[in-house]
């Protein structure tokens, strides 16, 4: 059920654990006043819902972006951006894009929006906040994936001065030279951002999307400090998977990705898996979390969402 649905329908949605069970009037009545006055706190935007380990892969297509994901409990985003005019235009490709649809609109003001909400100002606080997007989990960061279409030299730099409402709130995960401090937003070039724009760079507050399947031979000299998370083409690895199992030589090709990457403080994400047949996708989804991919690519956040209420 997405936000919106759950902020507009307080009542069925406090009900609908005792569906089978008539309330009586006076029950109802106070059921009623949920989301008004005392029923309500300031950090209750994202209330009951619970952080998932799943990436909102191509973002920008979800009826609302980011809010969709943020609806079923998404840690991650992508937002595609095309650098025309000095502005970060969103799309998956250049036919889809708009004037409106920036990356400031559609990804930076509304994060800083819901952060603002999760970290109000109070008299009850005695330190600032820096909680994240879902009141349930404030320590949970949310990766920003930027995947850089147009060339990287030039749309990088514009992208990291867009983060400026965010940095100039405190709310971005920051490599202070040394060490990596967790923020509320942890932000990740990829597609065509430059390397040499993020490796070596210190301080910084934005990080590299590593190659997983070139962490231990190409890019061993990469660190957690510079890429997180490590990414790759589930297809090129795993071509031939179309029933709902790997045979052994997979299984022990993704259980070494995967401890490579974790050997070096780094996650993992796997995307381009099958969406169909929906029984093959779930038991790649599956076998893919039982072997430590730490971020399952998702593009069906719906299905996503009630595969770890089912059967996942």
């Known amino acids: 059920m997405h936000l919106s649905t759950l902020l507009a329908l307080p ?4 009900a609908a ?4 069970i008539p309330l009586g009037p006076r029950i109802r009545s106070v059921l009623s006043q949920a989301f008004t006055g005392k029923y309500t706190y300031p950090t209750s935007l994202t209330q009951g819902i619970i952080p998932k380990g799943f990436h909102s892969h191509n973002d920008y297509w979800r009826p609302v972006p980011f809010y969709s994901a943020l609806s079923v409990g998404a840690v991650s985003v992508e937002s595609d951006v095309w650098l025309y005019n000095g502005t970060l235009h969103v799309g998956h490709e250049q036919a889809a894009l708009t004037k409106e649809r920036t990356f400031d609109s559609l990804y930076v003001q509304p994060i800083l929006s819901v952060l603002r909400a999760q970290n109000p100002n109070s008299s009850f606080l005695t330190a600032p906040t820096r909680n994240g997007v879902y009141d349930t ?5 949310l990766y920003l994936f930027v995947d850089v279409k147009t060339a990287g030299a030039t749309t990088w730099p514009v992208v990291v001065k867009a983060l400026k409402p965010l940095r100039d709130a405190g709310y971005l995960t920051i490599f202070n030279g040394t060490s990596v401090v967790p923020g509320p937003v942890t932000v990740i070039g990829t597609g065509n951002t430059p390397l040499d724009q993020v490796q070596g760079v210190s301080p910084r507050d934005y990080f590299w999307d590593g190659p997983l399947y070139t962490l231990n031979t190409t890019y061993s000299n990469i660190t957690a ?3 997180p998370i490590a990414s790759a083409d589930f297809e090129v690895a795993f071509p031939k998977v ?6 052994a ?3 022990a090709a993704l259980n070494g990705l995967v401890a490579t990457a974790h050997a070096k403080g780094i996650a993992v994400r796997l995307w ?3 969406g169909w047949p929906v029984g093959t996708r779930n038991a790649i989804w599956r076998t893919l979390w039982d072997a430590g991919v730490d971020l399952l690519n ?3 956040l719906e299905g996503a969402a009630d595969f770890w209420q089912n059967k996942g």
């Open 272 to 274: 381009d898996q099958p």
């Open 242 to 247: 179309r029933t709902e199992s790997f045979n």
């Open 249 to 251: 030589t997979q299984l």
């Open 11 to 14: 009542f069925l949605s406090l």
């Open 298 to 300: 998702v593009d069906d």
């Open 137 to 141: 989990s404030g320590g949970q960061t």
């Open 17 to 20: 654990a005792q569906a089978d």
């Open 225 to 227: 400090s510079v890429s």
